[in-house]
């Protein structure tokens, strides 16, 4: 691996590699369990869609956060809460004309940093439903971290 050069490259080639056996490994299961056809190349396909998917997200997360949102002229921005401070942001997702939705609620540090998050796909009647729903499990993630300085947003 010492050939490959700079760090960087050596971690993609296996990450990479890591997705391709990963995505080896679920049509392996797909066709024992399941009797699903292997096509070969599309599991290759789907890995090195997935490798780069995460690199990119690899590097959405080493940077601070940028404008979120722009539409009809206003900005809207990550806002940072006091020093010391964490924040979860929480949101809802709904389908229209569906009662399900995913929650999500993602905690940051003071800078902006990702520091942890969670995601789950909810009953919901309404999006009002759903973002209460993501508070609550803004609630749960904070109390399961033992966090107390937290603002939900």
Do not use: Y
């Amino acid at each position: 691996m010492d050939s490959f050069g700079n760090l960087h490259l050596r971690q993609e080639i296996v990450g990479q590699l890591l997705w391709l056996c990963w995505h080896i490994w679920k049509a392996r299961n797909e066709f024992i369990f399941n009797h699903v056809q292997v096509d070969p190349m599309a599991i290759i396909f789907k890995a090195a869609r997935d490798a780069t998917e995460f690199m990119q997200a690899q590097a959405l997360l080493a940077s601070p956060p940028r404008v979120l949102r722009q539409s009809s002229g206003i900005t809207q921005a990550w806002v940072a809460p006091a020093r010391g401070t964490l924040r979860v942001n929480c949101d809802v997702a709904l389908h229209p004309g569906s009662k399900v939705g995913a929650v999500a609620a993602l905690l940051r540090n003071d800078q902006g940093f990702l520091l942890d998050g969670v995601a789950t796909t909810v009953q919901c009647a309404s999006v009002l439903q759903g973002e209460v729903l993501a508070i609550r499990l803004a609630c749960v993630m904070c109390d399961t971290l033992q966090l107390s300085c937290v603002e939900v947003a």
